[in-house]
């Protein structure tokens, strides 16, 4: 009788403590949520930096593709949301993040991030656009990109947002293969612009 009492009071003890962790972290993720970001982006009196929301208007960007991924683990699935992105000022600078977390709008966050980081300027003609032909492959996904001289900008898929958000303007783009993964088509497009 004294062992089965003891054995409730050990799992209630177990089952509580499980409870009260669960609660600080659900609490501490609240906390982190409510801080305001533009306290955040802030640093010193002197230097001054601009919060993140002014700093992310200063480039346009385009979500090409976002989908739910799956790990699996001992104790079953950890679903996570990958995320990528292309950022740009459309005035010749560009560039492709990826960013990866539990919640859309962190991996969102980590894939700007990212893309930031990668971001490189193009070198353009005086009407902003490429100075010749190029062929690119990036995996299985193959890029040809030339100049025209009136037609505007002729691309599909994400070859034309990342032309778009580069500002490029009287450009053909053609995909020569049979892939439709968007993120390989963009880093074959980045690839073709860096050789410039």
Same mark, same amino acid.
């Given at each position: 009788m004294d062992?089965?009492?003891? &054995?409730?009071n050990?799992?209630?003890s177990?089952?509580?403590k /499980? /409870?009260?962790?669960?609660?600080t972290?659900?609490?501490? &993720?609240s #906390?982190?949520?409510s801080k305001?970001r533009d306290? !955040?982006?802030?640093q $010193? /009196?002197?230097? =001054? #930096?601009?919060s #993140?929301?002014?700093?992310? %208007?200063? @480039?346009?960007q385009k979500?090409?593709? +976002?989908?739910r991924?799956?790990?699996?683990?001992s104790?079953?699935?950890?679903? *996570?949301?990958?995320v990528?992105i292309?950022?740009g000022?459309k005035?010749?600078s560009v560039?492709?993040?990826? $960013?990866k977390?539990a919640d859309? !709008?962190?991996?969102?966050?980590?894939? +700007? =991030? *990212?893309?930031k980081k990668?971001? @490189?300027? +193009?070198?353009?003609?005086?009407k902003?656009?490429? +100075?010749? /032909?190029?062929?690119?492959?990036?995996?299985?996904a193959?890029?040809?990109?030339?100049p025209n %001289?009136?037609?505007?900008?002729?691309?599909g898929?994400s070859v034309r947002?990342? &032309?778009?958000l580069g500002g &490029?303007?009287d450009i053909?783009?053609?995909?020569?293969?049979?892939s439709?993964?968007k993120l390989?088509i963009?880093q !074959?497009?980045?690839k073709?612009? %860096?050789?410039?």
């Amino acid at each position: 009788m004294d062992e089965t009492q003891k &054995l409730n009071n050990t799992e209630e003890s177990t089952s509580q403590k /499980e /409870e009260s962790k669960e609660k600080t972290y659900t609490d501490n &993720l609240s #906390r982190v949520d409510s801080k305001p970001r533009d306290e !955040a982006g802030k640093q $010193g /009196e002197h230097g =001054r #930096r601009h919060s #993140r929301s002014e700093q992310d %208007k200063e @480039f346009d960007q385009k979500i090409i593709s +976002i989908r739910r991924v799956t790990r699996v683990v001992s104790g079953g699935r950890r679903m *996570s949301f990958s995320v990528a992105i292309i950022i740009g000022d459309k005035k010749g600078s560009v560039g492709l993040g990826t $960013g990866k977390a539990a919640d859309t !709008a962190l991996a969102i966050g980590k894939a +700007i =991030r *990212s893309a930031k980081k990668n971001m @490189f300027k +193009i070198q353009t003609t005086e009407k902003m656009s490429i +100075i010749h /032909e190029i062929l690119a492959k990036y995996g299985s996904a193959e890029v040809f990109l030339m100049p025209n %001289k009136v037609r505007g900008l002729v691309a599909g898929s994400s070859v034309r947002d990342v &032309l778009k958000l580069g500002g &490029l303007r009287d450009i053909t783009a053609k995909i020569h293969t049979g892939s439709k993964n968007k993120l390989n088509i963009a880093q !074959a497009a980045i690839k073709a612009l %860096k050789q410039l």
